[in-house]
């Protein structure tokens, strides 16, 4: 299996803008949290978060199956391509089933919207986050549009977590990978 040195250059090639790869990280950070809590392959599951959405800059229209085609041809595990597709099922056909595609679809759309809020907060510091600041932006559709909100229950549904459970791990996910996501704020 290729590496997330091998994964980081793949994203970097194919996604230009700072804060998608800002939101991959997200997502690998997640996932790596997850994976370690539940004694899962943290490489894996942090490499699959790395790489789900590396292509959709790019290929927009054709994402994921732009990426996951690419992918088919690399030593990829089909494991990694198969999550890639079931994170998008509208697109794709593809049900998450498996452990990993639960999870990765569980933290996509919910990663963007912590970032959202910790980017409202005046520290845009993820420590001063709190999970009911979450809950309250969720409920407001106008507040970060673009993050799916049936996605958001779904996944919670998918790995039968609590919004307040699936929330303040995610928190605490992102709050140990601070820096490397931009989420660590600004010194007053």
Request: aromatic letters at 6%; a negative charge.
């Amino acid at each position: 299996m290729q590496t997330r040195v091998d994964a980081l250059e793949l994203v970097k090639l194919h996604t230009k803008s700072d804060s998608l790869i800002r939101h991959m990280y997200g997502v690998e950070t997640c996932m790596r949290w997850y994976a370690n809590k539940l004694g899962e392959d943290v490489e894996l599951w942090g490499i699959t978060g790395l790489l789900h959405d590396f292509d959709y800059e790019a290929h927009p229209t054709e994402h994921p199956m732009w990426g996951i085609e690419l992918l088919k041809g690399t030593s990829y595990p089909k494991s990694i391509t198969r999550a890639i597709a079931s994170h998008c099922p509208e697109r794709t056909g593809v049900e998450p089933e498996s452990l990993m595609e639960k999870y990765l679809f569980a933290c996509d759309e919910l990663s963007g919207l912590i970032t959202a809020v910790t980017y409202v907060r005046p520290s845009k510091s993820i420590h001063d986050v709190e999970v009911k600041s979450v809950l309250k932006k969720l409920k407001e559709a106008s507040f970060a549009a673009g993050v799916n909100r049936d996605d958001v229950a779904k996944g919670m549904e998918l790995i039968g977590l609590t919004a307040e459970e699936h929330i303040g791990n995610m928190i605490q996910a992102m709050r140990e990978n601070a820096l490397e996501l931009g989420l660590q704020g600004i010194e007053s």
